[in-house]
């Protein structure tokens, strides 16, 4: 029987910055690029944030018109 490996990313619970109202939060390539390494290492991941329930996701990482790479898979060695 091998051993599994179990991650735990903890991320932000912040959506804004200190006073200042403009959305912010996990840049969204930060997050799929280790998950998917980890995934793709044959990891279990789990997410969590930090106060518990919704993880903000900056809305600048979530542009869909080719302004943004794709998530690297399998940077990590």
Do not use: C
């Not at 279990?44 to 993880?55: H, L, M, N, P, Y």
């Amino acid at each position: 029987m091998g051993t599994s490996i179990k991650i735990l990313l903890i991320l932000t619970s912040q959506a804004t910055m200190g006073n200042d109202p403009r959305p912010t939060g996990v840049w969204f390539e930060e997050l799929s690029t280790p998950y998917y390494a980890f995934i793709d290492a044959g990891a279990e991941v789990d997410i969590a944030s930090v106060a518990g329930g919704k993880i903000p996701l900056d809305p600048h990482s979530l542009q869909s018109e080719g302004k943004n790479p794709p998530p690297q898979r399998g940077t990590f060695s």
